[in-house]
T-cell receptor, first 113, second 116 residues
Framework: GAGVSQSPSNKVTEKGKDVELRCDPI?????LYWYRQSLGQGLEFLIY????????KSGLPSDRFSAERTGGSVSTLTIQRTQQEDSAVYLC???????????FGSGTRLTVV | AQKVTQAQTEISVVEKEDVTLDCVYE???????LFWYKQPPSGELVFLIR??????QNEISGRYSWNFQKSTSSFNFTITASQVVDSAVYFC?????????????FGSGTQLTVLP
């Protein structure tokens, strides 16, 4: 597609439930990133995928968070046993290899009640 | 470690005023990239500019201009003759060339409100 697509745009879940957030990057972009933006906060790096290399998971806040990228394209961020502090906007971005331009999606607003 | 500081949490101006958003960064790397992004109420981050550490030329794009000064580790952003549509959160970000992950380190953002 023309831009980075994220779904759902909004998600309300009960504490303790698992959620899956989806990111569809720009076609041809080999790098994909997940960031988290909590209310009134800046953007916190979560995970980075580059081609077939092992992902950099150094930003994941706990082992309840995981992400995968299938076929070098679509990525899913999974949060298990959600907690209220997980409430945030989760942003996905993609970029071409060798360049430093990042295109962000509109994000998924996650609310844990 | 790298760090980006945007000391101005909120700025409010009246339409047609000029406004400067400050950004100060820290890095030990000699090669790095600086970015500005705009986040309107819709939530999507809109790329505005990228500048590499070897290019200290100031840049102007319409009503936007950027002043990069390595001596003070600053990359300030000025909007001339501001408009209501400029109201948004503006983020400054830094990416170094070292490290295994090419992630951007963001500042905490500046909320700009332009009043009619």
């Amino acid at each position: 597609g023309a831009g980075v697509s994220q779904s759902p745009s909004n998600k309300v879940t009960e504490k303790g439930k698992d959620v899956e957030l989806r990111c569809d990057p720009i076609s041809g972009h080999t790098a994909l990133y997940w960031y988290r933006q909590s209310l009134g906060q800046g953007l916190e790096f979560l995970i980075y995928f580059q081609g077939n290399s092992a992902p950099d998971k150094s930003g994941l806040p706990s082992d309840r968070f995981s992400a995968e990228r299938t076929g070098g394209s679509v990525s899913t961020l999974t949060i298990q046993r959600t907690q209220q502090e997980d409430s945030a906007v989760y942003l996905c971005a993609s970029s071409e290899t060798g360049t430093y331009g990042y295109t962000f999606g509109s994000g998924t607003r996650l609310t844990v009640v | 470690a790298q760090k980006v500081t945007q000391a101005q949490t909120e700025i409010s101006v009246v339409e047609k005023e000029d406004v400067t958003l400050d950004c100060v960064y820290e890095t030990r790397d000699t090669t790095y990239y600086l970015f500005w992004y705009k986040q309107p109420p819709s939530g999507e981050l809109v790329f505005l500019i990228r500048r590499n550490s070897f290019d200290e030329q100031n840049e102007i794009s319409g009503r936007y201009s950027w002043n990069f000064q390595k001596s003070t580790s600053s990359f300030n952003f000025t909007i001339t003759a501001s408009q209501v549509v400029d109201s948004a959160v503006y983020f400054c970000a830094l990416r170094t060339s070292s490290g295994s992950a090419r992630q951007l380190t963001f500042g905490s953002g500046t909320q700009l409100t332009v009043l009619p």
